[in-house]
């Protein structure tokens, strides 16, 4: 079975300054998929970014990028700039491609980010 | 519609009594998902659907809980003589073909307190 573990469960941040949130998993597979969701205050679950374990390239969306390390099987996300909007839970997940279609989540961080 | 909804939002009941969850997924959307998300922890997967057919069920925690998608579209999530320990949010999501490929979207959840 898939395990996906966030070990920090709390962060906070100066507003402009940059963040990373740390993430391992265990797997036996090759081929998977990572994400990062955001749930903000109003418990909204949004997809931040995604990373496909065959792809060598790190995933960046905006001001979110990945250092996905797949021989250490770590996943970390890094926020630059950070925003007052940034503050949320952010949860880690791994999905198994061609197994059983499930996200399977860690147990989530708490990012506060201040003015 | 334009996202996910679900319906109700909040849920009180007492112990003891059924509960049904309702969850309409995006329009055309194929594959439909249950998780269910205790506090301070990530959403866990209870079951997912391709179109009318339940492909796994394997996170239903025991025989009170059941999951219907009879036509393909909407999901009904029932939980039968409900106890305390079910208190939670459980939220749906869909996405258009199901895979790691294709974004999960989710709803807002419905939060259940059991008495």
């Known amino acids: 079975a898939q395990t996906v573990t966030q070990s920090q469960p709390e962060m906070s941040v100066q507003e402009a300054e940059t963040v990373t949130l740390s993430c391992t998993y265990d797997t036996s597979e090759n081929n998977y998929y990572l994400f990062w969701y955001k749930q903000p205050p109003s418990r909204q679950m949004i997809l931040v970014i995604r990373q496909e374990a065959y792809k060598q390239q790190n995933a960046t969306e905006n001001r979110f990028s990945v250092n996905f390390q797949k021989a250490a099987k770590s996943f970390s996300l890094k926020i630059s700039d950070s925003q007052l909007g940034d503050t949320a839970m952010y949860f880690c997940?791994?999905?198994?491609?061609?197994?059983?279609?499930?996200?399977?989540f860690g147990k989530g961080m708490k990012l506060t980010v201040n003015p | 519609g334009a996202g996910v909804s679900q319906s109700p939002r909040y849920k009180v009941t007492k112990r003891g009594q059924d509960v049904a969850l309702r969850c309409d997924p995006i329009?055309?959307?194929?594959?439909l998902y249950w998780y269910r998300q205790a506090l301070g922890q990530g959403p866990e997967f209870l079951t997912y659907?391709?179109?009318?057919?339940?492909?796994?069920k394997s996170g239903l925690p025991n025989d009170r809980f059941s999951a219907e998608r009879p036509e393909g579209s909407i999901s009904t999530l029932t939980i039968q003589r409900t106890e305390q320990r079910d208190s939670a949010m459980y939220r749906c999501?869909?996405?258009?073909?199901?895979?790691?490929?294709?974004?999960?979207?989710f709803g807002p959840g419905t939060r259940l307190t059991v008495l």
């Open positions: 659907f391709n179109y009318e057919a339940q492909q796994d």
């Open positions: 329009s055309g959307h194929v594959s």
């Open positions: 997940a791994f999905f198994l491609q061609g197994g059983s279609e499930k996200l399977v």
């Open positions: 999501a869909s996405s258009l073909y199901g895979g790691g490929a294709d974004e999960q979207f």
